[in-house]
T-cell receptor
Framework: EPEVTQTPSHQVTQMGQEVILRCVPISNHLYFYWYRQILGQKVEFLVS????????KSEIFDDQFSVERPDGSNFTLKIRSTKLEDSAMYFC?????????FGQGTRLTVV | AQSVTQPDIHITVSEGASLELRCNYSYGATPYLFWYVQSPGQGLQLLLK??????LVQGIKGFEAEFKRSQSSFNLRKPSVHWSDAAEYFC????????????FGPGTSLSVIP
């Protein structure tokens, strides 16, 4: 069964460093998303991406965040200068026929 | 804007007992509704979804949910809980297009007593 793959599963970074979270969506899907889940809290929408551009973003997705699909396969989330409060689980998802397929997540720890 | 509430933060049930997790949504039109389960340290797995038609939907792992438009509810049920059902359960709502994002509720943590 096709699945969304995220790497790495866990990343530890120092405050102020840049991180790139990677996702490989399901191959025939066209709509991609990033969500964030701070430990013990709800899953929050960050951004949606279609046709190589952002279609919607939340207020969480500020100038420190960016997304791109550099090679038509990978879908990346970049955090330019990480803050302690960016520590969270980040989920990538792709949507096909209404159903969202989620990756296993990347746990980002900012120290 | 759509929103989702899950009134119960944490529920504890005995193994073999029945389960009902509550979900209420706010959306002006007919929503797309989902239940996801998250085991500790894991991703989100879709249990079931409702788009239209029969208001009682069956999902995986023996779960079902009923859409009640008059109550703006989409409660999740299981007749007999297993210890492996202990997890976090999220109700989610979509805006009714095939590609739109889903908005998650705050989640209900389920503990199962042997």
């Amino acid at each position: 069964e096709p699945e969304v793959t995220q790497t790495p599963s866990h990343q530890v970074t120092q405050m102020g460093q840049e991180v790139i979270l990677r996702c490989v969506p399901i191959s025939n899907h066209l709509y991609f998303y990033w969500y964030r889940q701070i430990l013990g809290q709800k899953v929050e929408f960050l951004v949606s991406f279609y046709n190589n551009e952002i279609s919607e973003k939340s207020e969480i997705f500020d100038d420190q965040f960016s997304v791109e699909r550099p090679d038509g396969s990978n879908f990346t989330l970049k955090i330019r200068s990480t803050k302690l409060e960016d520590s969270a689980m980040y989920f990538c998802a792709s949507i096909y026929n209404i159903e969202a397929f989620f990756g296993q997540g990347t746990r980002l720890t900012v120290v | 804007a759509q929103s989702v509430t899950q009134p119960d933060i944490h529920i504890t049930v005995s193994e073999g007992a029945s389960l009902e997790l509550r979900c209420n949504y706010s959306y002006g039109a007919t929503p797309y509704l989902f239940w996801y389960v998250q085991s500790p340290g894991q991703g989100l797995q879709l249990l079931l979804k409702y788009f239209s038609g029969d208001t009682l939907v069956q999902g995986i792992k023996g779960f079902e949910a009923e859409f009640k438009r008059s109550q703006s509810s989409f409660n999740l049920r299981k007749p007999s809980v297993h210890w492996s059902d202990a997890a976090e359960y999220f109700c989610a709502v979509g805006r009714g297009t095939s590609y739109d994002k889903v908005i998650f509720g705050p989640g209900t943590s389920l503990s199962v007593i042997p």
